[in-house]
């Protein structure tokens, strides 16, 4: 069985993060968790739409630097 760390509801879906990272929905007519295939790597993901939000270390455009508060 894996062991989940962080349950997330929403009105209709419900999803899972267990301890390495990997995204589980629960499927209501089979009563159980199915694991969500991933299409990118921990290291590329970014936040937010093209030229808004947060990127990964290194990535921006050029003469931005990067603030951690």
């Known amino acids: 069985m894996t062991?989940?760390?962080?349950?997330c509801a929403s009105q209709n879906d419900?999803?899972?993060?267990?301890?390495?990272?990997?995204?589980y929905q629960y499927n209501f007519s089979g009563k159980t968790w199915v694991k969500l295939a991933a299409n990118r790597k921990?290291?590329?993901t970014s936040v937010g739409e093209a030229g808004g939000g947060r990127t990964t270390r290194g990535a921006g455009r050029k003469g931005e630097g990067r603030r951690d508060t």
Do not use: M
């Open 14 to 23: 419900l999803f899972a993060l267990d301890e390495e990272g990997d995204v």
């Open 3 to 7: 062991k989940f760390i962080q349950v």
């Open 42 to 44: 921990p290291e590329e």
